[in-house]
C-alpha cells in the first residue's frame, strides 16, 4: 500500500512539474483567486477599525464637564482610566479665562498642544506652525485679522487676577500679570475656534497663578457609539465629579455613515469574491477538461473510475492547497499595501483566515474540476482514444 | 476451453451492422491477426474483445466468462486484469517518464513496483531510455514503452491495435520481434492491422469485411516456439 | 469559406465557445461593476457625509469679534447679511452642488418667568420661487439629522401653512421650563413679544439643547431684525482639497493664473464654492468649515482610493481567468490547427480565424458581462446607498479596452504555440 501511494504521489508530482506551464496557468488563477479571498477578507474585517479612525478627523465624540463648574487633572486621568488605551486617541483639556491683548479682552484657552492635534486633527495652521513649546501662542485667524497679527510676532498678555477684579470695576489701578508670547501660527477652523487664542495649560496656569483647574475635557475615542454610550455612563459613575456626554453630531453622523461604509465593502466582497470563484472554477474545468484523452487511456489500461477521480482531484486539490497558500501570503501583502497606501497603517495579521483560505481554494478547485473529471469519466475509453 | 470465444457477436449503429455474426475462438497461446480495410469493423471488434464496448448481441466469453452482459465497472476490472493494450498512438501519459508510464500499469492493477517496470523496459530493449519522457522518444521506442507496459501485468491478451501504423520500418520490424518474443513465452496475442506484412507473421490471419469474418489463412511457415493449437507455453 | 468556418466553430462548438463567452462574461462583468461603483462611490458618500450638516459657514464681513473688539455697538452697517440675497445662493456656478442652505438669526429673548433664552430663527424646509423661475425648498432640517426629536415632530413651513407660532424648544430648556408639546409659552425680545406653542423637543447633544428654534421671519420679528440674517450655513458637495485648492485658500485666488484659476474656479472645491457664494452675496465671509470639509476629503479620498484598490486586484482577476481560459481553449484545439496547417493553411491565415472566433465570443460575453455588472453595481447602489449608480460613459471603454487586451493576451500563447506547431506532431498523437 506503500508503494501505491508513492506512485500516487509521484504521478501528481510528475503532473504538477512535468506540465509545468500549465500548472502554472492553474495555479495562478487559484492564487488570484485566493489572493482576493483572503485580501479582501482581512480588508473587510479592517475596514471598520481603519475607517473608524479615519472618522476621528470629525474631531471629539466626548465632552467631559464638572458636574459643579470646573475639574481637576485628577479626575481626568481618573475618566480616562476608563478607555482602553488603545481606543483613546487624544484628549485634550481645556481652560477658558479671559485675558487682554493691547487692552482689548480676548479669551485665552489654555490647553495641551499634543491633545488637540490629536482631537482636532482639522485645525488648520494658516500661518506659522504648530504651538508646541511654553511662551507659544496660536492665535484664532479672526482675532489674528483684529489685531494685525502674524506668525513670529511677540505679544504681552495680560491678565487681570480675582483679587484685583473688584478694583478694575472701581476703575483704579490694577496689578495685571504679564507674560510674553511668541505667535506660533495662525489658527484656521471655520467654526468659533477662530475668536479665541490658544496657549499650553501651563502658561495659563502661571498667567493667572492657579493651576489644576479644567473646564472641559475632548476626548476623541474610536469606538462604535454603543460601546462610547457605555463608556460615557461609566465615567459618570466611577468619577462622580466629572458629566460625560456625547457629541451627538460627530457620533450619531458617524454610525450612520460608517455602517453605509461597511455595507458597502462587504457587497464589494461578495460580488468580487463570487465572480472570482466562479471564474476559477471555469479555468479548473477547462483545464481537467483538457486531459480528457488523458482520462480515457487511463480507464482504457484498466484504471477505474474512482481511481481516477482521486487521482485527478488529488491534483486539483494540491493546487488548491499551493494557490491557498501563495494566495494568503499575496492577500495578506496585498491588504497590508491597501491599509498602508489608503489609512496609513498597518493590518493585523489575522491567522484564521489562513486556513480558512487554504480550505475555501481547495473546495473550489477541488469542486469545479470534479465535475469534468465525472463526464470524461462516463465517456466510453474506446471513443477518446480514437480521437473523436 | 478456448479462451477468448465469441459467439454469433453483433454490433449494429442504427442500420450499420458494423459486426454481423462474427465468430471467433482464440486458443491461449495463440497469435492471431486480425485483418481487414478501414469500415470493416477492425476496432469495434477489439473494442469489444478489449472490454471497451458490448455487443448488441451475442456472447463473448472470456476465460470462460461472458463479459457481454458485464457493468462497465466489471468491464474495467477484466480488462484491467486479463487484457494488454498497444495502440496505434501509443497513448502514453506526455508527463510521466517511459518507467512511470509502465509502472501506471502496474498501479491500476495492482502495486507499483520499479524494478519491475525497468525489467519490462529491459525486455523490449529500452532499459537505457527508462527516464526519459515520451516527447523524447521516438515513435518506435514509444510504441516499446506501450508493449512494456501492456505485458507489466501479464494479461491473458494482448491486444493491438494498428500498433505499427506510426511507425517506419525499423520500428516496424523491431515491434514484431517484440511480438515474436512475447509470443514465445506463451503469451496470447491479437493484433489488429490492415497491414499485409504485419499480419502475415502471425500463426493465423483472419480478413474481416462488412463485419463479417471473409477468409481464415495459417500461416504455415509460421517460425514461432508455439505452433497452432498446442496449448502448452515451454 | 472564412465565415463559414467561424460560424462552424460558433455553433458546433458552441459548447465550449459558451464557456469562454461565459468566463469573459464573467471578468468582464466584474470589471465593469467594480468601475461603475469605483467611479460613484465618491459621489455616493459625499451624499451620505451631509449627515455631518453643513461644510461652508457664510457670515458677515465684519464679524462679531471684531465689532466686540473695537466696541461697536450692534446694529450697525454690514454686521447682518440680507435676507433678500439668500435666493442667490442657487445661481452660483456649482448650484448644483449646493444640496442644502438655511439663514440663522440669534436674537435674545426673555421667557415669561424672565429667564434669559437664545432664540434662534431659521429655515424649516422653505420654500422660495427665484427670480430666475427655479423653485426650491432649503432648510435645516437635513442638516441636523443627528438631532433626535424626543417629542413632536420637525417644524414643518409648507403642509401646515403659516408656524409662525409654533417653536422647537430643546430638551434641556423643556425640562428646565417644564414644557411640553403642545404647551403655550411668551417670548419677549428686544422690539417685540409673542406666544409660541411648543412644536417638538428636540436632543441635539450640543449648546442648541438650551435653545428655541422659530421661523425665521418671527424671530427677526422679535429682535426687530427684519431681514436681516446672522448667518448662513449651506451644505455642499465638494471635492476633496489637492495642492491647489489648498493654495488658493491659503494665498487668495488673485494668486493664481489664469489657467489655474479657471481650473479652480469650475472644480467643487469647497475654497472655489465659497469664492462664488462671496460674489453674490455682499459683504460677507464664506468660510469652509474645516472639522465637516477637511473630514470630508479625508474620508472621501480614503474610500475612493480603497475601491480603486480592489477595483484594480479584482481587474487582475478579471483579467487572469479570462487570458487563462482563452489560453486552455485554443491549446485545446491544438489538433484541428495541426490539421488546418496540414492541408495548407497558412500561420496568419490559421492566426486570424482563431483570433476572428475569439473576438467575436469575447464581443458577446463583453457585452452580456457589461450589463450583469452593471446589474451588480445597481445591487450594490441600492442596498448600500439606497440610490441608483450612475452609469459612467467612461466605463464602457474602459472594459471594451480590457476585455480586447486581455483577450489578446490569452491569445498570444496559444498563437506562438501555433506559429512552432508541426502538423505531424499534432496529427501522429505526440
Known sequence: MIKKRRMFFRMIFASLMRRRSRMIVALLSIAIGATILSGLVSIYYDVPRQMGAEFRNYGANMILTGRDGSFTNTNIAAAKGVIPSNELVGAAPYRYENVRIREKPVVAAGTDPAGVKATSPYWLINDGEWFEKSGELLVGANIADAFRLKAGDKIEVSYTPESQQAAAADNQVVEDNFREFTISGILKTGGSEEDYVYMPMSDLEELTGISDKIDLTELSVSATSDKLKDYASEIDSVVPAVNASLVKRVTASEATVLTKLQALVLLVTVVVLALTMICVATTMTAVVAERRKEIGLRKAIGASDGSIIKEFMGESMLLGLFGGIIGSVLGYVFAQQVSIHVFSSSISFRPLLVPITIIVSILVTGVSSLMPIRSATDIDPALVLKGE | MSLLELKNVYKIYGELHALDDVSLKVEKGEWVSIMGPSGSGKSTMMNIIGCMDKPTKGEVLLDGVDISKESSKNLTTIRRDKIGLIFQQFHLVNYLTAVENVMLAQYYHSIPDEKEALEALERVGLADRARHLPSQLSGGEQQRVCVARALINYPEIILADEPTGNLDEANEEIVVDLFHKLHDDGTTLIVVTHDPEVAEVAQRTLVLRSGKFSKEIVNENFTGKIRFGDNNPI | MFGRMIRGTLFRQWKKMLMIAFTIALGASLASAMLSVMLDVGDKVNQELKTYGANIKVVPKQSSVVSGLYEVE?????????????????????????????????????????????????????????????????????????????????????????????????????????????????????????????????????????????????????????????????????????????????????????????????????????????????????????????????????????????????????????????????????????????????????????????????????????????????????????????????????????????????????????LRLRPTEVLHGR
Not at chain 3, 223 to 249: C, F, H, Q, Y
Open chain 3, 74 to 418: 450692534d446694529g450697525s452697517a454690514g454686521a447682518y447679511l440680507k435676507e433678500d440675497e439668500l435666493g442667490k445662493i442657487k445661481t452660483i456656478f456649482w448650484t448644483y452642488n449646493i444640496v442644502d442652505y438655511a439663514p440663522f438669526v440669534n436674537v435674545d429673548a426673555k421667557l415669561s418667568d424672565g429667564s434669559e433664552v437664545t432664540v434662534v430663527g431659521s429655515w424649516f424646509d422653505h420654500f422660495m420661487e427665484l427670480p430666475t423661475g427655479e423653485k426650491l425648498n432649503a432648510g435645516m432640517e437635513s442638516m441636523r439629522s443627528w438631532w433626535e426629536i424626543t417629542s413632536g415632530s420637525w417644524l414643518n413651513e409648507q403642509t401646515s401653512g403659516s408656524v409662525s407660532g409654533q417653536a422647537m424648544v430643546g430638551t434641556e430648556l423643556a425640562e428646565k421650563q417644564g414644557l411640553k408639546v403642545g404647551d403655550k409659552f411668551s417670548l419677549t425680545g428686544e422690539s417685540s413679544s409673542a406666544e409660541y406653542t411648543v412644536a417638538c423637543i428636540f436632543d441635539s447633544g450640543g449648546e442648541e439643547d438650551s435653545q428655541i428654534f422659530i421661523q425665521l421671519d418671527s424671530a427677526q420679528a422679535l429682535g426687530g431684525l427684519d431681514g436681516k440674517v446672522d448667518s448662513i450655513e449651506v451644505s455642499a458637495l465638494t471635492t476633496p482639497d489637492n495642492e491647489l485648492a489648498e493654495r488658493a485658500a491659503k494665498e487668495g485666488p488673485t494668486s493664481l493664473t489664469v489657467a489655474q484659476y479657471e481650473l479652480w474656479y469650475c472644480t467643487a472645491y469647497a475654497s472655489s464654492i465659497c469664492w462664488q457664494i462671496q460674489e453674490v452675496i455682499t459683504d460677507c465671509v464664506a468660510s469652509p468649515v474645516r472639522q465637516v470639509a477637511d473630514s470630508e476629503g479625508e474620508i472621501l479620498n480614503k474610500t475612493e482610493l480603497l475601491m480603486i484598490l480592489i477595483t484594480i486586484l479584482s481587474l487582475i482577476g478579471a483579467a487572469l481567468g479570462i487570458c487563462n481560459l482563452v489560453t486552455a481553449s485554443v491549446m485545446e484545439r491544438s489538433q484541428e490547427i495541426g490539421l488546418m496547417k496540414a492541408i495548407g493553411a497558412y500561420n496568419g491565415s490559421v492566426s486570424l480565424l482563431l483570433l476572428t472566433e475569439i473576438f467575436i465570443t469575447a464581443i458577446i460575453g463583453g457585452v452580456a458581462g457589461f450589463f450583469a455588472g452593471f446589474g451588480f453595481a445597481q445591487i450594490i447602489g441600492h442596498s448600500v446607498f439606497g440610490s441608483a449608480i450612475t452609469l459612467r460613459p467612461m466605463v464602457i471603454p474602459l472594459v471594451a479596452v480590457l476585455v480586447v487586451v486581455v483577450t489578446l493576451i490569452g491569445c498570444i500563447p496559444a498563437i506562438r504555440m501555433l
